[in-house]
């Protein structure tokens, strides 16, 4: 079991940008693809992004594609989520997840969650 917690959530402008962190326990954090989701009110909770244990693979969710930027660093267990061009529809609770198997987007592929970090923006 990987225990994971999130950072780095706030209340931005729209238009601004955020940097998210989650960090894990894992001792083989690399053996795990590592994705963000997130969960408005009243919403289903959505997928966002996800990174191989390398890194060197990506995805991205349509909405957030090309203002979003997944990115990880293996030597401190950790992996990030860059949120540029902030819109009032990107505010929410945002999650980060472990999955012991490939990239994926399927919420149900992920074993492990942390208990999220809000997200706010203020128009």
């Known amino acids: 079991q990987v225990q994971l917690v999130e950072s780095g959530g706030g209340l931005v402008q729209a238009g601004g940008s955020l940097r998210l962190s989650c960090a894990a326990s894992?001792?083989?954090?690399?053996?795990?693809?590592m994705g963000w989701f997130r969960q408005a009110p009243g919403k289903e909770r959505e997928f966002v992004a996800a990174?191989?244990?390398?890194?060197?693979?990506?995805y991205y969710a349509h909405s957030v594609e090309g203002r979003f930027t997944i990115s990880r660093d293996n030597a401190k267990n950790t992996v990030y989520l860059q949120i540029n061009s902030l819109r009032p529809e990107d505010a929410a609770v945002y999650y980060c997840a472990a999955t012991f198997s490939h990239l994926n987007t399927a919420r149900e592929q992920y074993n492990d969650w942390g208990q999220g970090t809000q997200v706010t923006v203020s128009s």
């Open positions: 990174i191989s244990g390398s890194g060197i693979s990506t």
């Open positions: 894992a001792r083989t954090f690399s053996r795990y693809a």
